[in-house]
Structure formats: structure tokens, C-alpha cells
């Protein structure tokens, strides 16, 4: 029944897996090539100016072959200065093609970076609630800074220095050769070791680096625990046990480290010794060579020199294959997040003049990941304009979802919801968001100045108007932060109590002037006190608007015109609360005490 | 985004004490970070001592190498000229062999022995790190932040990790290739040496400035990708707010604006890198030249040969490589220190509810808890609790009632020795809770709050996490008590569920339920619920008294609520107010008094179900 009903394919409704690596390739990095076009020509020259470089590197050892045998072998003091001069000339002209490439590369790879964080966060926003489920925060902070990290480094650093460095291989190479024939093939067949170890070290480094990567996340991981659930360790008296387990953790990651040296070790002293080889052979034949005029002295001086200046570009191709590698892996990680298309695509219609009459009718929805699993099973229900409805159901009965339908924070999967005669989904969604506004039970707070996390629905709200908002939410207490309502709140700025941070998600939502207010259980960690006096304020807003309060206190419900009870995924009973106290059963049960305790009398 | 909605929108606050951090420390291993940085290094001494001994051999191997070369092109060649006698030759091709394979072997032990030293080093502080944020007290962590706690193991550890990796090694092979070569270019030739050396001023020059420049503008890079990074996660983690607010527009704007001002902060250290490598390069290429003039000369007036010509030449690019990459391993040392001295300070906060020098033993507790005199205050000179006097009979259930502030939380909290009191005794079965070691004070007294945080692992493990050798029959006893066994059960892979996974999707309520069963399997002689049925809906609340009914029976409860249908089943209620216990008596006593403010809290109440 389900697989006959369910969605063609679960994959395509639940959009990429955080967990699973994305398949990543040459192509994943050329389909973000656009990003490279404003800067052509900024490549272009450090192209110019590195193969600049690759020949200003070949040239200084000759001029130095030249003084040693012109001026000093054939004692021909006139050349002396010129040539001397000459390398001068030449060593200038080296620092400043490296200066202007520094400096146009620094323009264009950090412009590069930016635009693709800025594209990111835009198309992050864009994404719907179905998304954001999915993806923790942290998983997206990576990419929008180590990812694009790599992909910068590889783009501006990686990807010319393959390109130089094969170059200057070839180049040298082919002076060598010209120059002395045996021993360019000496310094070409040492070059091939250095090639083939690269990349298979490059292989196995790959796989213990994450290796590392992963001990270090469950690391994290336990770190986290540790401070997050601290006062539930406390609690328990359970730190010796979560020492310990931090310890295993710890140690596996201290073992797999050290292989990693010792891996490193390995390949980096075979990089320095298979060079030196060279340099033996070199010294040896060439030596020889001098001896019996087959080479000047001057040509094997150059010879070592060039020889040594082939060092870093062979040695470093590792490298910078394993920097391509990452590159594409980021790539294709970000392509991901791009390949995933909002679900939730705005109408075009407006409504001119919004009474606020919300209607659902038939409403299913499933969450993507349990689409057999529906939570809602057909609602129907009838808000009039101005009325307050009370929503009441028990825990996980689908009460928020139900109200996270009317801005389209989630869409429904079967049926309509209706906003004055028109389904939500045919209204362009910046226009129905700014008529329904919600008051969430966890509020999330901005590290922002109050004010900003006040007018988030409203950023052009007057003095007056915050004012009234937080008179009717209760929230006056900002006035007695330091700085007063330019004080920083949240996270990074002045710790607020629960009960003060639901006060002000209610005024955020009061201040939105919304047609529609919705009030996810937001008075729930209010003391009785406090929760009297809000819900005294809150009766005038109410008067005129409609509203759908989400509640699990009877003091709650008495806010609202009639009450809906949800069970099962449907609206069974609507009423009001006495009526429903009386009548319905499931409500009384809900709602009321519990009856048969002793209540004292 | 103009420069003053930039500075609007994040208001005032005072600064921040990692920024501060930063500042202090830029560039400088002074105070706590140098202390820290020695106490971590003691125990290794000796290992440090033989890897400068291996430094020392690696680099006199490879420094040996162009000297010899200078050796075989001047030795080496005429004997083969003159006779064709290749001895001289092969000799010094033997010994570069030789200076060659003890440079390979020497790095190859530095190399792994660092590698060990360091992740030693890494693994002492981490786990002294996690220990010691184990033993401060909650109130430690409100003020701190898990974010901070986090950084604190994982980012800063790993700067520390990349300058043990890196750093030294650069340091050290950078001073000793310095001092090294500039003595054998001397002892080579005294005249072309000193000529070589004239760089030496001008490295140090640059050097410097880049030193100064990279301080600040590292500072500057480091707090703008906080704004950044700060930005991004609050956006992506409240994303339902930022949709439901249509704050899209303007939340672009502002990230487009600390995004381009970290850009701005990175082109400007990108630009210092810029200026400083290719300078390195200017410095050494002129250096280059004046040695082929003067020591072209030299040799062509027979002073020097041409193998010292080419042993200067093959020196001086030795000399100069490592100064180039001393740009890299500034950045690695100066977030290194920075984070040093963030760890230093934690490491040097006192845990404010110590461990007793001699605990004392308790096996079985029979739950009697009695406050002798307690005072105790958050900020100095305004008590919550100016003197409390109160005694809980093993096996009472008690509840506790009262406006927010009035002192209720902080109650439970000293019972459970979150907080030690400023001035009197808090005594379990007559016993000072500051004499037990906190592990056993937390076996007997238990504390269930709203907030119920669950661990990675199966719904089983957090169940179990009070005490591991509980059965599976155990578990299933608890939760059903509770209510909680069907929802439980009815998930994928019911008690075996991932809560990092499908256990995402459980509700507060029911993660409060799976709370109540950790501390009901537990077992505790005292338990204390804070506020801990807030967020089940009534008909769970009910569940969850039928089985306090059972569970409380012969044990000791506080039970802290707002709601009054908690407070029935307790044998007496304490009202309080400003940190006194205003009301006292059982409940029906208590509404029987018919004035007095349990009295009118009930009337509410009775109003509101009718």
C-alpha cells in the first residue's frame, strides 16, 4: 500500500543527505568556472607574470655560468660588470613579476571567495524549513568557509602553479639537456620517482588525513557533549564516565596522528634524498665531464644550480594535486547545496485588502523523511477575520506544523490552506509572510541589539510603535539592559531568561503588524504572574486580529473565541472551552487537572 | 550596506574576552601563554633535548652538502684533468653520499619524533582541558558558553597542534640554516662573506615591519570572520525566524557587508604577504648579483676559486628560502599564542565548587536534607537566600512554591552542589555536601530540570546514562511507568534509535519523558525536579505523578513548579518568597488556612478548569 502511494522516489523529495559525501570530480569544479570570468584577465597576467618567472629562473643561472666562464675562466675582465649587472637586472625584474602577480592574485582570489559566500548565503536563505531540517548549521558554516577556503586556494594558487611548474619541468629540462646531454637524463629520470611517490604518498595521505579528520570530529563531538549536556553530567555524577570516554577518543586520535607523521616523515625524506641522489651523480659525472673537456666549469655550476631550482616545482606537484582533490570535493559539496532548489516557490497574487480569514480545508502533511507517516490527516477549519482560535492537542500531535503551514514554512502535501479565498501558494510569499506573523515557542534571538531582533518583521517601526510592542508583550525590561534597546542580546551579547526571550518573540510578532498572529505555546515559560498580565495586554491585539494560539493551559485557552481540538491529525471538536470542557472527553482530559487526585477541599 | 547601519545593527555590548584574548597576546608569548606553553613542554624535556641534537646533526649534514661540492670543483677536477685520476673525486662524491643519506636519516627521526612529542603534548592538553571544564560548575559554563567550552577544545587545540607541527620546525630550521650558513660563508671567504652578509640588515628590516604589520592585520582578520561566522550560523540556525519575518533582504545586506569587510581585512594581510615574499626575493637576487660581481672579480684575480664562487651561490639560495616562509609561520604562531593564553585562562580558573581534600564516605544514604543557615548571592550584597533554615525528612515529597527569583532553583542547586553557599551548611544524612566527592553525592541526590539534554547514542544509552549496568528489563520498567514505552517502542528501531537521527524528531515533551526515565533508573535516595513537567502536556504530567507516586515512595523529593497539579502529590508545600519559606504545611492544610498565597494561587487555579 505504501510503496504503491508513497513518492516516486524518496530521494528527490528529501533533497542531499548532510551525511553522505557528494560524488565530486574535474566537472564539479568546471561547472563553477563562471565564477573565474570577471577575473580573466587578472589570470592573465599572473600567467604573464609567472612564466616570467619560470624564464627569469633559468636565466640568472646562466648568467651565472657566463661570469664564471667568460671573466673568471677566459680572464676577460670587461664582461664582468655588464653580465654582473645583467643578473642584477634580471633578479629585479624576478621580485617585481612576483610582486604584481602577489597583488593580482590577492585581488581576484579573495573576490572570487567573496562572491561565492555571498551566492551561497543567498541561495541558504532562499532554501525551505525541509532543508534547513536536515542540515545542522555547522555542516553549512564548513562550506561557506573550509570549502570555499579550498576551492580559492586551488583557483588562484593551485591551479596556476600546475601549470608553472609543469612549465618549468619541461623547460628546464630541456635546457638541461641541451646543455650537457647525460646529465639531463640523469636530472629527467629523477624526476620520475619524485612524480610516481607524489602521488601515491598523496593517495595514502588522502585516506589517514581523514582518517585524523573524522577522529577529530567524534572529538568535537564528545567536547561538545561535554559542555552542552554539563549540567546533566552533574547532575548524575558522571564525569569520571565521560572522562573516559573522551579519553578512548583521545588516544585512537593521538595514535592515528602519529601514523600520520610518520607517514609525512617517510615521504618527505625520501622528497629530499632522491634530489641529493641527483646532485651526487651530477657532481660525479659532471666533475669527470669537466676533467675531460666535455663540459666547462661554468656549465656544471649552472647545472647544479638549475638542477636545485627543479626541486620545489617537482616536489610540490603533490601537493597541489591533493589541493586539487579537496577542491573538487568542496566543489562539488557546494554544488550540492546549489543543486537543491527551493521547494517552496512564491505565487504571484496579492491580496488588496487582507481580512484575515484563514481556511483550511483538507489539509495533509508528511514530513519528506516519513512520508508514510502522515502527521496531519485532512484538517478542516475555519478562522473568521479578527477571531482567535485556540489550538490544543497533545505533545507531538502536529499543533505547530499545523501552524508553520499559513507562511508556508513548510507546504502542505495534500489539500489548501487559504488566506482570504486564496491558497497560499498562489500569493507571493514576501506578501504573506508580512501578513502572518509567529511567536515561536523557542524564540531565536539575534547577536544583535534588541531593537534589531525586535523589528525583525518590521524594520521601519517607529519609537511608538516598540513601545507599544513591548508594553503588551511585558518585555519593558530591555529599557534596564545597559545600553537600553541598542544593547546586544543573544549568543554573543547579554544572556537573557527564558521567560524574557519568549516576551520578546511575542513583541517581535506583535510589532509585525500581522492579519494573521500566530502564538506557538509562547507563554510558556512565563510565571502565572507575568502570563496574567501578557495575556491581559494581548486581549487588544486580539480584539482585532485574527489569531491561532497553540495551547496547553487552560488560562491559555480563555485568550481565544472558540477552541480546536487536534487529535489523530484532525480537527475533531471546535467550540468553545466550556462547551468542550463539558462535552468532549479527549478535551477535559487535555485541559483539566487531574480531577481524581485528592484536590484538597 | 553603509558603514553606520553596519554598526547599528549589532548594538552595544562590553568585550568580548576572547577578542581581548587576541589583543593582549598578538605576537608574544608572554604571560599565561608562555607559562602554559613551558608547563606542557616540562615533562618532554628530554625529548626536546635530542630533537635540537638531531636538528643540529640534519643541518650540519645538509649545509656540509654545497661545501663539498665546492671541494669536488676544486680538488676533485684537476687531478682528472692533469692524469685522469678520479680518487680525489670519488672521495668527495662519497662524502656528499655520505652527508646526504645522515641528512635523510636525521630528518626522517626528526621528523617522527616531533610527531610524537607534539601529539603527546596535544593529548595532555586535551585531556586536561576536558577535565578541568568537567570540574567547573555549571554557573562556570552559564556565564562561559558551550560555544566557547567547543572553540576552546577544537579550534585553539588545533593552532596549538599546527605550530608544534609546523612552526618549530620552520623556527628552528630557519635560526640554525641562518647562523649556519652566515658562519660558513665567512670561514669560505672572510671578504665575500661580509659582502654577502650586507643583506643581513636589510632581512632584519623587513622582517620586522612585516612582524608589526602581520599583528594587526591578523587581529583584524581574526575578528572580522567572527562576524562573519557568528552571522552565518545565527541566520542558518534560526532560518524558520529569518523566513517567517521575510528577513532575507536585510540579512543579505548585512552579510554582504561583513563578508566584504573580511574580504577587505584578507586583501590587506594578503597584500602585506605581497610586499614581504617578493621584498625576501629583491634582497636575495641583489645579494646574488653583488657576490657574482665581487667574487667574479675575486676569482678572476686568482683569490678565490671558482668552487667557492659556486658553494656562495648554492648557499645563498639555502639562506634565503626559509626567511620566505617565516611569513606562513607567523600567522600559525600568533593564532597559536592567542589560543594559548585562552586556555591559559581557563586552566587557571579555580573550580568554584571544589573537590574535598578528604571525601567521606556514604554508601547508603537515607535522604534527610537539612539546611543549617544558608546564604547565598549571585552578586555580592543581594541575597537570594539570606538565611534558610530548613530541614527535609528522609522519605518526605515536598514541594516548593514561589514567584520566579524567589530563591527556588537556587535551593535545588545547593542540594545538588551546583553552587556551594556563601555562608552556612547544606548536610545530607547529617553529612556536609562539601565533604562528599561530588560523584557520590550525585549517586544519592539527583536532579531532573527542563532542560533535558540527550547524548549521541541509542534512546537505551541516555536511558542508562545514571547507571550503565542497568537491564533492558530495568529500562522498559522505568518508561513504562512513565508513559513513555510506546513512543518509544513505536520509533524505527524503537529503544535501539540513533537520538542523533530518527531521535531528532522527538518533541520536548517526550525528550522530558526519556529525562524522567534517566532519573528514575537512576535510583537516587533524593530527587529534585526543576520546573521538570513544564513542557508535558497534561494528560504526560498525569502519567508522569502516578509514577512519581510510586517512585517518591520511602525516597526524598523537592519538587520546584508553576503548576499547581505538581503540587498535590507532595506531603507538604513550602511557599517562598525573597528567599524565605513564607508558607509551610501540607496542602490541605495550607488551603484549609483559606488566606495566605497558596491559598489564592489555588482559587486560580480551581477557576481556570471550571
Known sequence: MSTTLGPPSSADQLGPDPDRPPAAGVHSLWRLRGYLRPYVGSLAIMLVASLGGVALAIGIPLVTRAIIDGPVTDRDLGALLPLAGLALLLGVLEAVLVFWRRWVQSNAVLGLETTMRRDLYAHLQRLPMAFHARWGSGQLLSR?????????????????????????????????????????????????????????????????????????????????????????????????????????????????????????????????????????????????????????????????????????????????LAMAQEAMTASARILEIYDTKPAIRSGEREIAEPRGHLRLEGVHFAFPDAPDEPVLRGVDLDVRPGETIALVGATGSGKTILTALVPRLWDVTAGRVLLDGVDVRELRIEHLRSLVATAFEDPTLFSMSARENLTLGRPDASEVDIEEALEISQAGFVHDLPW????????QGMALSGGQRQRLALARAVLARPHVLVLDDTLSALDVHT??????????????????????RASTVQLADRVALLEDGKITHVGGHRELLATVPAYRDLLAGDENAEVPA | MSEQTSRSWRGEAQVDADEAAERLTAGSLGGGAGRLLRELLTPYRRALQVLVLIVLVENAARLAI???????????????????????????????????????????????????????????????????????????????????????????????????????????????????????????????????????????LLTNWFRKASASSYRVTREKVALVIVHFVESMGGVRAVQAFRREERNQAIFDDVNDQYRRANLVAFRLVAWFMPGIRLIGNITIAVVLLYGGYLAYRGEVTVGVLAAFLLYLRQFFEPMMEISQFYNTFQSASAALEKLAGVLEQEPDVPEPAEPRPLEQAAGELRFDAVRFEYVEGRPVLPGLDLVVPAGQTVALVGTTGAGKTTLAKLATRFYDPSAGRVLLDGVDVRDLAS????????????????????????????????????????????????????????????????????????????????????????????????????????????????????????????????????????????????????????????????????????????
Open chain 2, 439 to 610: 560523584d557520590t553525592l550525585r549517586d544519592h541526590v539527583v536532579m531532573v530540570t527542563q532542560e533535558n539534554y540527550l547524548f549521541s547514542g541509542t534512546i537505551a544509552d541516555n536511558i542508562r546514562f545514571g547507571r550503565p549496568e542497568a537491564t533492558m528489563e530495568e529500562v522498559v520498567a522505568a518508561t513504562t511507568a512513565l508513559g513513555a514505552h510506546e513512543f518509544i517502542a513505536a520509533m524505527p528501531h524503537g529503544y535501539e534509535t540513533d537520538v542523533a537521527n530518527q531521535g531528532g524528531r522527538l518533541s520536548a515533551g517526550q525528550r522530558q519523558l526519556v529525562a524522567f526515565a534517566r532519573a528514575f533508573l537512576a535510583d537516587p535516595a533524593v530527587l529534585i525536579l526543576d520546573e521538570a513537567t513544564s513542557s508535558l502536556d497534561v494528560p504526560s504530567e498525569r502519567l508522569v505523578q502516578q509514577a512519581l507516586h510510586t517512585v517518591l515512595a520511602g525516597r526524598t523529593a523537592v519538587i520546584i513548579a508553576h503548576r499547581l497539579s505538581t503540587v498535590q502529590i507532595a506531603d507538604r508545600v513550602l511557599v517562598m518568597e525573597h528567599g524565605q519559606v513564607v508558607e509551610d504545611g501540607s496542602p490541605q492544610e495550607l488551603v484549609a488556612a483559606g488566606e495566605g498565597r497558596f491559598s489564592a494561587l489555588h482559587e486560580a487555579w480551581q477557576a481556570s478548569l471550571a
Open chain 1, 531 to 552: 502570563e496574567a498580565l501578557v495575556e491581559e495586554a494581548l486581549g487588544r491585539v486580539l480584539a482585532s486580529t485574527t489569531a491561532i494560539v497553540v495551547a496547553h
Open chain 1, 484 to 491: 537600553g534597546l541598542d544593547t546586544r542580546i543573544g549568543e
Open chain 1, 144 to 320: 561557506a568557509t573550509t570549502d570555499l577556503a579550498a576551492i580559492r586556494r586551488f583557483s588562484g594558487f593551485g591551479l596556476l602553479f600546475l601549470l608553472i611548474n609543469v612549465v618549468q619541468l619541461v623547460a628546464t629540462t630541456a635546457v638541461l639537456l641541451h646543455m650537457y646531454w647525460p646529465l639531463g637524463l640523469v636530472v629527467a629520470a629523477a624526476a620520475v620517482p619524485i612524480v610516481w611517490l607524489s602521488m601515491r604518498f598523496e593517495k595514502r595521505y588522502v585516506v589517514i588525513s581523514r582518517q585524523v579528520q573524522d577522529e577529530q570530529g567524534d572529538l568535537a563531538t564528545l567536547a561538545e557533549e561535554g559542555a552542552v549536556g554539563i549540567r546533566v553530567i552533574k547532575s548524575f555524577g558522571r564525569s569520571t564516565h565521560v572522562g573516559e570516554l573522551y579519553d578512548v577518543a583521545a588516544r585512537r586520535l593521538h595514535a592515528t596522528s602519529v601514523d600520520k607523521a610518520r607517514l609525512s616523515a617517510k615521504f618527505w625524506t625520501f622528497l629530499e634524498v632522491i634530489p641529493n641522489v641527483a646532485v651526487v651523480v651530477v657532481l660525479l659525472l659532471g666533475a669527470i665531464g669537466v676533467g675531460r673537456g666535455q663540459l666547462s666549469i661554468g656549465e656544471l655550476v649552472a647545472f647544479i644550480t638549475l638542477m636545485l631550482s627543479l626541486v620545489w616545482p617537482v616536489s610540490s606537484l603533490g601537493v597541489i
Open chain 2, 66 to 204: 654545497p661545501y663539498l661540492v665546492k671541494v669536488g670543483i676544486d680538488s676533485g677536477i684537476p687531478p682528472i684533468r692533469e692524469r685522469d685520476d678520479l680518487s680525489t673525486l670519488l672521495m668527495v662524491v662519497g662524502a656528499v653520499l655520505l652527508a646526504t643519506l645522515t641528512q635523510a636519516v636525521a630528518r626522517n627521526r626528526f621528523l617522527v619524533r616531533q610527531g610524537v612529542v607534539g601529539q603527546d603534548v596535544l593529548l595532555a592538553l586535551r585531556r586536561r582541558v576536558f577535565g578541568h571544564f568537567q570540574a567547573l560548575s555549571p554557573a562556570f559554563h552559564d556565564g562561559y558558553t558551550s560555544g566557547r567550552v567547543i572553540s576552546r577544545q577544537t579550534s585553539d587545540v588545533d593552532a596549538i597542534h599546527e605550530m608544534l607541527e609546523t612552526g618549530f620546525d620552520g623556527l628552528v630550521t630557519a635560526a640554525l640554516t641562518l647562523v649556519g650558513t652566515a658562519g660558513i660563508l665567512l670561514f669560505l671567504d672572510v671578504r665575500l662573506g661580509l659582502v654577502a652578509l650586507l643583506c643581513g640588515p636589510f632581512l632584519a
